[in-house]
């Protein structure tokens, strides 16, 4: 008897609907999403949880989740970012088979759906200037004000229209606006515009059109076009809703579109403590070079998180984890971290990488001599077998494994002392994992103090995996890697990009919490395996973290590793 092993997806408010629905039959079973981004900035971590929320109902019911651009603002679109978003979409691990879309293939349906609305007394062209028009919306105590030009006639308005179209107008002369009500409590029904003359240049029809429809008009359209039954979108559109029915049902009046019709679900946005989520903040850094680029392994965007060597399954965990509410909340990052840590810890191969090196030489080891120890390609894997780690006279330790005097509880190397008593007393002994005991006899420090080498001698009978190895009983075991075999290679320690929970909330300026020491590069001493690792191949170097090898900077047998994540959340700790 076989039985699947994956979790049932936790429920949530939106399944709730989706089962309900289904259960009084509203749309035979069928869901159909749409993940709808503006291709006018990259996708962030944000937008992750949208693409796991959007793709994830569809795919747990048997349906299908569109890729929509929402590109009906001309000025800050591009194909960079188009591409951009595809390929984040596709790393998440989602596919969205025929269902790519773009907003602006509706173009000419959305125009039609305007004349419609003209022709049957739901909108008009309003001539009044922008402030004029803002004097006449009102406020949230006051209600607002019927422009002068709201008594057009239905032949007068679609003439204006059809000379907005054809460009008789400039910018801004005019715009068409829904006729729902001025006194309405919801501003968002007063007479909301919802088509705007604009000449700018499209990334995907160029300068056919000289007037855009706006947001708020389009999307609706967009949801009914393509089907979509759930409409899932951030709850500060959640005022909004009135006018995406009101409109969804003038257009299936009007016989655009059949009932039911597509529905609009508001969940609350994903707030992450030490980044910002802002595309406006996020191409202020960029273009502002505080980092490197879109791709800077510190940006909360998908493509610094897959450079950073965050993985798509890390994303699942976390989404899954975070789940799906309508309260807005924060989550603090070590929550995000704790997420790619885990997955990390069940995927990624182990190696040993010495990143601040200082040499050990094994005074008492034959020199010239060298012998393979037998290192586990992971401890909780035994069935990834183990690799041959070279070992010589000479090796490169971590700086911090030597204390020329040790405190209280340190374990490591430590060279003879005279103890209170005035009586000497040996060099510490230590494991060297996978290898010798050995016994520190001294260490080398140069004019101004430094420490340039220590001295140790090694336990011949005591070499990990042999008979007896165990015979020598030690408290410290330390890794290190063979000086004459080593990789030597650049590692970026990365840490968060902000020092503070809320970047900008003390100060009002984001960039004053700018964490000034969130990238490190350092030469670090490699075993020799990873000479050969790939770009994206992701690994725990022993004790100190998880680290991928960079997907730009890394040459063909010249890898250079980003750190991913620390092994412990140090700033926890550090907050409490
Ligand atoms: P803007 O509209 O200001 O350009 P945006 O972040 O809303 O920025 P979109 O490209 O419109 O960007 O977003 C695409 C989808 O991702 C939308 O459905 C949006 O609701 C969702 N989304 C954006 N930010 C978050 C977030 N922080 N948490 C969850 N979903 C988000
Ligand atoms: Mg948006």
Redesign the pocket.
């Known amino acids: 008897m076989s039985h699947d092993t994956t979790p049932a997806p936790a429920a949530n408010f939106i399944r709730n609907i989706i089962d309900e629905q289904n259960a009084a039959g509203k749309w035979g079973g069928r869901v159909e999403t749409r ?4 291709p ?2 990259y996708l ?4 992750a ?2 693409i796991f929320l959007n793709f994830g109902l569809a795919r747990d019911y048997g349906g299908v989740c569109h890729l929509r651009f ?1 590109d009906t603002n001309p000025e800050k679109e591009s194909q960079e970012y188009v591409d951009a978003i595809l390929e984040s979409v596709r790393w998440l691990g989602f596919d969205w088979g025929s269902n790519l879309h773009f907003a602006s293939n509706y173009f000419d349906t959305m125009y039609a759906c305007a004349e419609t609305l003209i022709q049957a007394g739901h909108a008009y062209v309003d001539s009044l200037s922008a402030d004029e028009m803002r004097a006449h919306r009102g406020t949230l105590t006051e209600a607002g004000r019927d422009s002068p030009h709201r008594s057009r006639s239905m032949e007068e308005n679609l003439d204006l229209f059809r000379k907005m179209r054809a460009g008789e107008f400039p910018d801004g002369a005019h715009v068409l606006r829904a006729k729902i009500d001025m006194a309405s409590p919801n501003i968002n029904l007063r007479d909301p515009a919802i088509y705007r003359i604009k000449r700018a240049h499209h990334h995907n029809t160029g300068d056919t059109w000289c007037i855009y429809p706006m947001y708020t008009y389009a999307h609706p359209i967009e949801d009914a076009i393509e089907h979509i039954t759930h409409s ?3 709850l500060e ?1 959640e005022d909004q809703r009135p006018f995406y029915d009101w409109l969804l049902d003038k257009l299936a009046d009007g016989g655009f579109f059949t009932r039911p019709l597509p529905q609009q679900i508001e ?1 609350a ?3 992450l403590t030490y980044v910002v ?4 903040k996020l191409i202020q850094l960029v273009d502002e070079k505080h980092v490197s680029g879109w791709d800077d392994p510190r940006l909360p965007t998908l493509v610094g998180a897959r450079r950073r060597g965050y993985t798509a399954e890390g994303f699942k965990r976390f989404t899954d984890q975070i789940g799906v509410s309508k309260s807005d909340g924060w989550i603090d990052y070590s929550v995000f971290e704790a997420c790619q840590r885990d997955g990390l810890n069940d995927s990624a191969l182990r190696r040993i990488a010495v990143l601040d090196p200082v040499k050990l030489i094994i005074d008492n080891y034959p020199e010239g001599q060298s012998e393979e120890c037998f290192a586990p390609n992971h401890p909780q894997q035994p069935d990834l077998g183990k690799r041959a780690v070279p070992f010589s006279r000479e090796l490169w330790i971590e700086r911090e494994d030597f204390m020329e005097t040790p405190s209280k509880g340190y374990f490591r190397l430590y060279p003879p002392r005279i103890d209170a008593a005035g009586i000497m007393q040996p060099g510490n002994s230590v494991r060297l994992r996978y290898g010798y005991v050995v016994t520190c006899t001294g260490a080398d420090h140069d004019t101004d103090g430094t420490l340039t080498a220590v001295h140790c001698e090694y336990l011949p009978d005591t070499k990990s995996g042999t008979p007896g190895a165990d015979s020598v009983k030690v408290k410290g075991n330390l890794h290190w890697v063979s000086a004459a075999h080593a990789y030597e290679a650049e590692i970026r320690l990365y840490d968060r990009l902000f020092s503070t929970a809320q970047p900008g909330q003390a100060s009002g300026e984001f960039l004053d919490d700018l964490n000034t020491d969130s990238v490190q590069v350092i030469r670090a001493q490699l075993e020799p395996a990873l000479r050969d690792a790939a770009p994206e191949d992701r690994f725990q170097f022993e004790r100190h973290g998880y680290f991928v090898a960079d997907r730009v900077d890394s040459k063909p047998g010249e890898p250079v590793f980003n750190r991913t994540v620390t092994l412990k959340d140090s700033w926890s700790k550090a907050e409490k």
């Open positions: 993940f709808p981004p503006e006018n900035g962030h971590l944000g937008h949880k949208s929402d899932i979108c951030t559109f969940f946005r994903l707030n989520l802002s595309k406006r």
